[in-house]
């Protein structure tokens, strides 16, 4: 059964970085999509991007200016890097992992981490 | 504003069947895209309950079922269960935006 957990800092200042790492654990990064997906207070869920195992990305154009993704196949592992945030950013973060279907899914996630920006 | 519409809320008693509706258009629902239903509790990895618009993974209990009809999806829960109260979000694809992959505004279940 595969797991992801999220880790990083639950506190970020704005205009600051906020920084989420995703460990895959019961299966192989490899040969997967894996993606980002946000959840702001009383909102819906927002899709962030992906990233594929080779390194290749795709990011929602709304954040696109201000998101990086990398992985690390040798940790099983992929991260989330969102520069110059601000209260908007205020979220939980869920990582999943994403089939490319015709209709994208995500079959596994995380269980979310909540990330606030505040001073 | 998500660009699939679902209601804030439903609610029903134990044993009984609810629906839950996720509005699209025609770029999204309605140009034949395909819906998927997740279930997010908290402090818990979300779950997908339906896929493809009708398709129950393995272990997801038959009370759940899926469907779609025109610009429409629905998300029905039958025998109802105190465990199935939670949010429940619809999520497709939009060929009119740039991010492809689009979400409702969820919706929250309510076991009276």
């Known amino acids: 059964q595969v797991h992801l957990e999220e880790s990083g800092p639950g506190l970020v200042k704005p205009s600051e970085t906020l920084s989420l790492t995703c460990t895959v654990s019961?299966?192989?990064?490899?040969?997967?999509?894996w993606s980002w997906i946000r959840q702001p207070p009383g909102k819906g869920l927002e899709w962030i991007g992906y990233?594929?195992?080779?390194?290749?990305?795709d990011y929602n154009p709304s954040l696109k200016s201000r998101v990086t993704m990398s992985v690390d196949t040798s940790k099983n592992q992929f991260s989330l890097n969102l520069k110059f945030v601000t209260a908007a950013d205020t979220a939980i973060y869920y990582c999943a992992r994403e089939l490319m279907t015709r209709v994208p899914q995500f079959d596994y996630w995380g269980q979310g981490a909540l990330v606030t920006v505040s001073s | 504003q998500s660009v699939l519409t679902q209601p804030p809320s439903v609610s029903g008693a134990p044993g009984e069947r609810v629906t839950i509706s996720c509005a699209g258009t025609s770029s999204n629902i309605g140009a034949g895209y395909e819906v998927h239903w997740y279930r997010l509790l908290p402090r818990t990895a979300p779950k997908v309950l339906i896929y493809g618009n009708t398709n129950r993974p393995s272990g997801v209990p038959d009370r759940f079922s899926g469907s779609k009809s025109g610009t429409s999806a629905s998300l029905a829960i039958t025998g109802l269960q105190a465990e199935d109260e939670a949010h429940y979000y619809c999520q497709s694809y939009d060929s009119s935006l740039s991010a492809s992959v689009v979400f409702g505004g969820g919706t929250k279940l309510t076991v009276l």
């Open positions: 990233i594929y195992y080779t390194g290749s990305t």
């Open positions: 019961g299966g192989s990064i490899n040969s997967y999509y």
